[in-house]
């Protein structure tokens, strides 16, 4: 019997806890291993995606939400010094793109770039139409009906 490896299902999706249903599209079939992030749940309808960006500055950063999906685009522009000659470079300055999938009703509320470290937060807002309801049961002799909309 051949085990499947579900962390794929994972790595990209922000708000569907239970619902794996949606995969991240992969470019050329590979995981693109930069930069490295994390997907944190910071409270019942909250998240953080936090990307290590070493080296790049806040112009160097570009946040769009569009359709249920969360771009991270980074594109470092060649600083040009005359004067030094770098040996070695191991800090990565390469442009890089990142796409997250989000679900139904989450939202990005703010971003923030702290010690090299680009943190993104999202909270779900699900709509007073689509929260449970508590629905009365009313006898013969009721006048109405009542339906009371069960607190968040």
Do not use: C, W
């Amino acid at each position: 019997m051949r085990t499947y490896d579900l962390s794929p299902l994972y790595r990209s999706t922000v708000g569907f806890d239970r619902l794996f249903g949606m995969l991240d599209s992969v470019t050329n079939g590979e995981a693109q291993p930069y930069p490295p992030y994390n997907i944190e749940r910071t409270g019942e309808n909250a998240y953080r995606v936090t990307l290590a960006v070493a080296g790049f500055g806040e112009g160097d950063l570009d946040i769009q939400s569009k359709e249920n999906v969360l771009t991270v685009k980074g594109e470092k522009s060649e600083e040009k010094q005359e004067d030094r000659e770098v040996l070695y470079r191991g800090i990565a300055a390469r442009a890089f793109e990142r796409r997250f999938q989000l679900a139904d009703h989450v939202e990005v509320t703010g971003a923030s770039l702290e010690n090299g470290l680009l943190h993104i937060d999202l909270v779900r807002e699900i709509p007073e139409a689509m929260k449970p309801r508590k629905i009365a049961i009313g006898g013969v002799k009721a006048k109405a009906r009542q339906i009371d909309a069960k607190a968040a």
